[in-house]
């Protein structure tokens, strides 16, 4: 499979996904879209596969619906994180400026998923002057 394919297959499931917790919760997507400070027509492409979502927005919707975002990903396991979660272990632990991205790294189940956002992160640290190391 091609990276854009995979890449594109990817997009698609998540939205999926994205759309399937947005239905659960219930919420209409004018609403939703309202909560994460995005416009509708964004919600509807992250839906319809067009975009990814952006890390603030699986971030919002982890802390606020406790999502699973290795489910939102992969599709594995349960949609909604457990009370006690290693979420909740890595916050405790703040051994970094921005612990919430580390969260996420840690939530991800998929090792080669893990690598890609990563190495995206680590580029914005580095490009904004921060140090994760």
Avoid at 13 to 29: F, N, W
């Amino acid at each position: 499979m091609s990276p854009e394919k995979s890449e594109n297959t990817l997009k698609k499931d998540i939205g999926k996904r994205i759309r399937q917790l947005r239905e659960s919760i219930p919420i209409s997507q004018k609403d939703l879209a309202i909560q994460l400070g995005i416009h509708q027509s964004a919600l509807s492409q992250i839906e319809s596969g067009t975009i990814f979502p952006s890390f603030p927005t699986m971030l919002y919707l982890n802390n606020t619906y406790r999502l699973n975002v290795s489910w939102l990903i992969s599709g594995e396991g349960n949609m909604f994180l457990h009370a006690i979660d290693a979420f909740t272990a890595i916050e405790n632990a703040r051994r970094l400026d921005q612990p919430q991205y580390i969260q996420l790294l840690k939530a991800m189940e998929d090792k080669r998923i893990e690598s890609l956002i990563f190495n995206r992160l680590s580029d914005t640290f580095i490009y904004f002057g921060k140090n994760i190391e």
